[in-house]
């Protein structure tokens, strides 16, 4: 009986024993390894946010005196001409442009398009109009129009430098004032700020455009057809609010960054609900600049452009002609639609406004010889940051000053 208990004593005091020096062993190999900086960290300087949500690479606005611009300036079949005057009408150094027709276009009129840039002295020099090669087919009522502002936006932010706005045209717009108006204008206002009329009210849209479904058949067929309909109606969302307004607009470089990169995932959601909406671009930009805290309160409720509707107004707007133009010039504007190919006010525009030569630049500080292209490339290109602003300016400062002393400009902000 007693030959148990000393076998425990045998045991026992080893293990004992064995789990003291276990522990001793531990803490030593804890100072020994570590260091006491492990207990007493020294301070270190914050990190970045290991969460893409937080924010990416967002750019800052330019301390750069004279403001840059990016264009996208689209068409489609028999717009090649069009889109090459308006291009040269808009023409300055230092800024980008992306032009566009879209696959309803020939072969040969892309063409004839690209060797049209290849071809210019000044484009190949300078190297700031890009051709998207890799045609879209663009569906004005549906969502492939978004798509392809998009597409241009992102060749803008991957090959075009640096700019401060992007701006979306089409070939059947033309500019109201020289690019030495407008950029003179700009470089006196905050570059954060995104022109783009909009409105919470949707109204009819609301039972005609949101609640129905539709396809487009240019997110997946090489011809163009008008969209067709869904039978099936849906709610309108609760996760963002809806907002609608002018398809065309001048938007921040930080605001297109954030709509490209999209780190908070609205703009992929709203880009995906608007996919089945009717003229979505009337309302994507618009939805996703209004639903977020960080650039709702950059919005300017005007789309920059002299547009003449019906009243109400129908799908398009009317053809703009010789009657409507003192009311364009007494607008304000910087840019008017629609104009019908060879329409004789363009004539008009170029001599009295811009003080362009036929197929030649407008003049500015940047360019000495009144436009005449047959001058020897590159002694016409001057200093691109002297500006030689008009009575355009004039005209254009009146307009962005009255929209930003409105008492009721933050009013109309998201509303």
């Known amino acids: 009986m007693e030959t148990k208990p000393q076998k425990k004593k045998k045991w026992f ?58 264009y996208l300036i689209s068409g489609s079949m028999g717009d090649g001409e069009s889109l090459k005057r308006t291009l040269k009408a808009l023409y300055h150094p230092r800024n980008q442009y992306a032009v566009h027709l879209d696959l309803e276009a020939s072969a040969e009129e892309r063409l004839d ?19 998207v090669v890799k045609a879209n087919l663009v ?14 936006a992102a060749i803008l932010l991957k090959e075009g430098g640096e700019w401060d706005w992007f701006i979306n045209l089409s070939a059947s717009d033309y500019p109201l004032v020289t ?14 700020l995104n022109f783009i009329e909009h409105t919470s009210d949707i109204g009819w849209k609301e039972y005609q455009r949101a609640k129905p479904v539709i396809i487009d058949p240019g997110l997946y067929s090489l011809q163009k057809s008008d969209v067709f309909w869904v ?3 849906r709610s309108v969302p609760t996760a963002f609010k809806l907002f609608t307004g002018s398809a065309w607009m ?34 994507y930009f618009h939805t996703v600049i209004c639903n977020v805290d960080e650039f709702r309160n950059t919005t300017v409720n005007h789309d920059l452009h002299f547009i003449s509707w019906d009243n109400p107004p129908k799908q398009h707007p009317h053809f703009l002609t010789a009657d409507d133009y003192q009311r364009m010039v007494e607008s304000n504007a910087p840019f008017a639609r629609k104009f019908g190919r060879n329409e004789p006010v363009l004539d008009r525009i170029d001599s009295e406004i811009l003080g362009r030569n036929a197929d030649g630049f407008v003049p500015g500080g940047w360019f000495d010889n009144e436009g005449n292209t047959s001058i020897i490339f590159p002694h016409a290109i001057g200093n691109t940051t002297i500006l030689r602003p008009g009575p355009g300016a004039e005209r254009l400062k009146n307009l962005i000053t009255g929209l930003l002393s409105d008492k009721d400009f933050h009013v109309k902000q998201c509303t």
């Open 13 to 70: 005091l080893p293990l004992v024993f064995s789990l003291l020096l276990s522990s001793l062993l531990l803490l030593i190999s804890l100072f020994t390894s570590y260091g006491p900086s492990t207990f007493y960290p020294k301070p270190t300087k914050p990190q970045a946010p290991l969460f893409v949500e937080s924010k990416l690479r967002i750019s800052p606005t330019s301390t750069d005196p004279v403001p840059r611009i990016a």
């Open 113 to 131: 398009l690209l060797n049209y840039v290849r071809n210019d002295p000044v484009f190949a020099e300078l190297g700031n109009v890009k051709v």
């Open 139 to 152: 569906t004005y009522r549906g969502p492939t129009m978004v798509s392809n502002t998009l597409h241009a």
């Open 179 to 192: 690019q030495d108006d407008l950029l003179h204008t700009l470089s006196t206002i905050p570059r954060d």
């Open 231 to 233: 039978p099936q109606k």
């Open 250 to 283: 001048m938007l921040s470089r930080p605001f297109m960054e954030f709509c490209l990169w999209g780190w908070d995932n609205l703009p992929r959601t709203v880009l995906m609900y608007y996919a089945n909406f009717l003229s979505s671009p009337e309302g």
